[in-house]
C-alpha cells in the first residue's frame, strides 16, 4: 500500500501542514523583481558551524586547497551572524532575511507561561479532534505540526518571480515548502514524534537520559524479544506497535540480528544497512520505517544500538519533500538516506553509549548521502538556485571540540582520532566544494557559508542557580536544588528565570501564570539583572562568564518579537548554559566542568563566533549579516555580466 492515510495518523501528530504568517522579509518579493533564470545558476553550500578561524589557520596551511582557491579568486570573509548563535535562529534569519523578532525562533527552546516547562521552539504540534468509541481512537480531523517560522523563505520568492529553485536539507523546513524541489531539514521527526530517539539493547544496567535503554536477559546465546516503534493510532490505550527482534551469538565478536523478518549479520564496530521495517496498523495498512544497527559489543557483554527510526523515503508515512513524490525518485537515483531533521544524533556520544569511531561513521555514511543528492540535484540541471546544507561540520565540533582544545577538561583523555576529527571534516568539506565548482559552469555564482563559528564548552553554567544566589529566584523551604521543570521553585517568590540556552524571562505578571512582576518595575529589573551579569565571575578561576547580556527590546523588531525572552545572555570564550538549566534545573553549584562529549558549542557572545562567507565573484562591500543573504543571492539574477565565474580547477 501507498502512503498511509492521514486519518490513521493523527495520533502520531505526524499530519503536516505548513502554517505561514503573511509577514515578508526585508524587501520581500520585491528583491526578486524582474529576476531572470537561464542557463546560469545561483549554487549556494552552507557548511553549518564552519568557523572562520580554523578556516584560515588550514587554508594558510594548504589544507583547504578549494577554500583557498575560491577566496583568492571571489572573496572570503567573516559572516556576523545571530543574537542568539543558534543554528534554528541563523537559518531562520538566512531564509527570511529577517532578524529573530521578524521570524520569530529565538532558541531551540522556549517556555509555556502556563507550566514555566521548555517547549521545542521550531515547531508546535496540534492534535486533531477524535471520537473514543469502544476501545478505538478514531481521528475525524487532522492534526497538524506546525512551523513556527515566520516569513517567507526566499526560495519561494524566487520561484513565484518565475524560477526554479531545489532546497536540499536546510534546517527549518518542515514542513516542505510547496517550490519545484525541497527535501525538509531539521524539524523532521522520527516515527516516535522526537527529533531522535535511539534505543539500545543490552544485558547491562544502564541509564540514559536521551536514549530507550533495554536489559534484555539472553538464554544459551540468544535474546527473544521486540522492537518498539510508535503509538497505535487507533486505539486508546494500548502498547506502541512492535516487531519481533532476536539476537544471538555466532562467534566471539559476532551476533545475527533478526529484526522483522530482516536477518543481519555484525561483527563488533560494525554498522548495519538499512533495514526496512513495517508495523501493522490494521489489516493491510502498514507504516514503514527503517533504522540501521550498530553492535557496540557482543556476548556476553551484549551492547546492541538501534538508530532513531527514520521515515521510510519509499513510502513516506508524511510528506518530507516537495513534490511528495521526490523523496522517493531521490532514493530510487542515489539508495536509502536518513530522513530524520537531525539524523546525527549526538546523545550516543555524549552519554559514551557508543565510540568515537561508531559515531565518525554515522558521520560519514550522512554526510556520503548528502553529498550523493547535491550531486543529484546538478546532474539534473533544471533549477536556477540551488541551496543544500552540510550540518556535519557543526555535529563534529560539537562532539570532538575536547580533541583541538588543549584547555579543555576532556582534551588528555582523546584519542588521535578524536583530536583529528574537525580538520577530517573541514578536509571533507573541502573536497566537496572542489568538486562542486568542477560541475559548474563558467557563468554560474557560486555562495558558500556558514550559519556560525565555534568555540570551546570548557565549563557549564548552572544559570539559574546564580539567581538564586542573587536573590531572584527562590526554592521551596528545605529545598536545596530543583530537578528539570522548576520541579522545587517558589515561584511566588520568583521574579526572573533561565531556559534554553540563551534566555532569561521575567515572572511577569499577565503574562506568566504566578508572575509577580509588574510592569513598572520590568525594566528596572531587567537593568539590574544586565549589570549584575556582567559582573559574573567563575569562583573557581576568576575569568568573566558572562561578555554581554542584551534587552530583547534593543535587539529584536518586528512583530513575534513578544515571544523573545526578556534578556539574551552571551557568554564568554569557553562558557554556555547548562543542560540543566536548559531545562529549567537548578543544581547545587554555580559553575562545573564540562565533563561531556558535547565538547564544543556556539551558544555564546555572537561576536566570538562569526560564521564564513565566500564567494565567487568580487563584493563592493562586506556582507553585515546572515540575513542579508537573501539580497545577495537575489542580485545574482539581476547581473547579466560574467564576472561572477566560478574558478576553474
Known amino acids: 500500500m501507498r502512503l498511509l492515510p492521514i486519518a490513521l495518523i493523527a495520533g502520531l501528530a505526524l499530519s503536516v501542514v505548513l502554517d505561514l504568517a503573511a509577514a515578508e522579509p526585508a524587501g520581500g ?3 526578486w523583481k524582474s529576476a531572470k533564470g537561464g542557463h546560469a545558476r545561483t549554487v549556494v553550500l552552507g557548511f553549518d558551524g564552519m568557523d572562520p578561524r580554523l578556516t584560515e589557520q588550514w587554508m594558510a596551511e594548504g589544507k583547504l586547497p578549494n577554500f583557498k582557491r575560491l577566496a583568492e579568486r571571489g572573496s572570503f570573509q567573516h559572516l556576523p551572524t545571530t543574537n542568539p548563535a543558534q543554528s534554528p535562529v541563523a537559518w531562520a534569519s538566512f531564509a527570511t532575511g529577517s532578524n529573530p523578532g ?28 477524535h471520537w473514543d468509541v469502544f476501545g478505538l ?34 534546517p527549518v523546513t518542515f514542513p516542505p515548502d510547496d517550490i519545484s524541489r525541497m527535501l525538509s531539514g531539521m524539524g523532521v521527526p522520527d516515527l516516535l514524534g522526537t527529533q531522535g530517539t535511539f534505543t539500545i539493547y543490552t544485558v547491562r544496567n544502564l541509564e540514559g537520559e536521551n536514549a530507550r535503554v533495554l536489559k534484555v536477559a539472553p538464554v544459551n546465546g540468544r535474546v527473544e524479544t521486540s522492537f518498539e516503534g510508535p503509538a497505535h493510532p487507533l486505539k486508546q490505550a494500548s502498547k506502541p506497535l512492535a516487531v519481533p527482534l532476536s539476537i544471538e551469538t555466532i562467534g566471539p565478536s559476532q551476533v545475527r540480528v533478526e529484526l522483522d523478518g530482516t536477518e543481519v549479520s555484525l561483527s563488533v ?22 533504522v540501521r544497527l550498530h553492535l557496540v559489543s557482543a556476548f556476553p557483554d551484549l551492547r546492541l544500538y538501534v538508530s532513531p527510526i527514520n521515515i521510510d523515503p519509499r513510502d513516506p508515512v508524511q510528506q518530507i519533500s516537495s513534490p511528495p513524490e521526490y ?10 538516506y536518513h530522513t530524520l531533521g537531525m539524523p546525527e544524533e549526538t546523545w550516543s556520544l555524549n552519554e559514551e553509549m557508543i565510540s568515537d569511531s561508531a559515531y565518525l561513521d554515522m558521520v560519514r555514511t550522512i554526510l556520503a548521502e548528502r553529498e550523493a543528492m547535491l550531486f543529484d540535484t546538478l546532474d539534473l540541471n533544471d533549477s536556477d538556485l540551488i541551496v543544500a546544507v552540510f550540518v556535519q561540520p557543526d555535529r563534529v565540533s560539537h562532539m570532538f571540540y575536547r580533541g583541538l582544545d588543549q584547555k579543555h577538561p576532556l582534551y588528555k583523555f582523546t584519542s588521535p582520532q578524536a583530536r583529528g576529527a574537525i580538520e577530517w571534516i573541514y578536509r571533507e ?20 557559508l556558514s550559519d556560525h563559528g565555534f568555540s570551546s564548552f570548557r565549563r557549564s553554567v548552572h544559570l539559574n542557580r546564580w539567581l538564586v544566589e542573587n536573590g531572584y529566584m527562590a526554592l521551596k523551604s528545605g529545598e536545596p536544588v530543583s530537578e528539570s521543570l522548576f520541579t522545587n521553585v517558589n515561584w511566588t517568590r520568583t521574579s526572573a ?38 559582573g559574573f565571575i567563575d569562583p573557581e578561576s576568576g575569568a568573566r562568564v558572562v561578555n554581554d547580556v542584551w534587552s530583547a527590546d ?3 523588531d518586528g512583530s513575534e518579537s513578544k515571544d523573545a525572552p526578556d534578556l539574551v545572555v552571551g557568554y564568554g570564550e569557553g562558557y554556555r548554559a547548562s543542560w540543566q538549566t536548559a531545562l529549567g534545573g537548578v543544581p547545587g553549584v554555580l559553575v562545573q566542568d564540562n565533563d561531556r562529549n558535547w565538547s564544543g558549542d556556539h551558544c555564546v557572545d555572537p561576536a566570538l563566533v562569526p560564521g564564513v562567507l565566500f564567494t565567487s565573484f568580487a563584493l563592493d562591500t562586506q556582507v553585515s549579516s546572515i540575513r542579508d543573504l537573501p539580497a545577495l543571492i537575489a542580485r545574482g539574477f539581476h547581473s547579466t555580466t560574467s564576472d561572477n565565474n566560478v574558478p576553474s580547477q
Open 497 to 534: 528565570y533561565a531556559i534554553g540556552l540563551n534566555g532569561i524571562y521575567l515572572n511577569l505578571a499577565n503574562r506568566e501564570r504566578l508572575g509577580i512582576v509588574g510592569g513598572g518595575r520590568a525594566d528596572a529589573l531587567k537593568n539590574e539583572l544586565i549589570e549584575k551579569l556582567k
Open 137 to 170: 481512537h478514531i481521528p475525524i480531523t487532522n492534526g497538524r505540526i506546525v512551523n513556527r517560522r515566520v516569513g517567507e523563505p526566499f526560495w519561494v520568492s524566487a520561484e513565484k518571480s518565475g524560477l526554479h529553485a531545489s532546497v536540499l536539507r536546510v
Open 429 to 448: 568539506a573541502d573536497r566537496i566544494l572542489g568538486k562542486t565548482m568542477s560541475q559548474l559552469e563558467p557563468e554560474d555564482r557560486l555562495i558558500v
Open 269 to 290: 564496530g560494525e554498522w548495519s544497512d538499512w533495514v526496512p521495517l513495517r508495523f501493522s496498523v490494521a489489516w493491510v495498512v502498514g507504516i514503514r520505517a527503517m
Open 29 to 31: 518579493q520585491d528583491l
Open 554 to 556: 534593543e535587539i529584536y
Open 327 to 336: 523523496a522517493e525518485e531521490l532514493a530510487d537515483r542515489i539508495g536509502l
Open 102 to 129: 521578524g521570524h520569530g525562533l529565538f532558541d531551540f527552546l522556549g517556555r509555556n507561561t502556563t507550566t514555566y516547562g521548555p517547549e521545542y521552539a521550531i515547531a508546535r504540534t496540534e492534535p486533531g479532534r
